[in-house]
């Protein structure tokens, strides 16, 4: 059985054949690159019918990112009708992460408050990676820009969909 394509999470996007035996290179959208690039591996594109399954068959990587072969997959022609869209996992698949690390899936949605109930927006995506991430959230007055860091997030809950912080004086009119 497909799992539903919005259930998925990202981890890659196809951004253009490589060679001439199928291979493609991938724009990276995880943290974790070298588990979720193994020999094995199920992921799925949108195709014109809905997902579709795509098995790795081998993975290398080359500039910082992976050139992936497909089962099947064996020449550019081929490549090029997989496309350059989106590479999901099924959520399940992810694994478990250390403690107060979280996935970008988790926090994008959760509602920003500071300490004292006052509503700073909520969070459309994070940039940067894990020791630097940043949460971008859509505020009355435009993005606002949040260090996800320990001593700015005081509660992070990805469950109820809220994040607490305690910001520095100024960060939060530093994109108004």
Request: proline share 9%; glycine share 12%.
């Amino acid at each position: 059985m497909v799992p539903e394509w919005d259930a998925m999470v990202v981890v890659g996007r196809i951004a253009r054949p490589h060679g001439l035996r199928g291979e493609v290179v991938v724009d990276l959208a995880t943290d974790f690159p070298e588990e979720r690039f193994q020999p094995g591996t199920v992921m799925f594109t949108m195709a014109p019918a809905g997902p579709r399954p795509l098995t790795i068959e081998a993975a290398r990587f080359h500039k910082g990112r992976p050139l992936v072969s497909f089962a099947g997959v064996g020449t550019i022609e081929a490549a090029d009708e997989v496309g350059r869209g989106e590479l999901r996992v099924p959520a399940d698949a992810l694994g478990s992460l250390p403690e107060a690390t979280y996935f970008h899936h988790e926090l994008v949605g959760c509602d920003v408050v500071t300490e004292d109930g006052a509503s700073i927006g909520r969070v459309v995506r994070i940039d940067g990676p894990t020791h630097a991430s940043l949460l971008v959230v859509a505020g009355r007055a435009g993005e606002i820009l949040v260090p996800l860091v320990e001593g700015i997030c005081v509660s992070v809950d990805p469950g109820a969909r809220r994040i607490v912080v305690a910001p520095p004086e100024g960060l939060l009119d530093l994109n108004a």
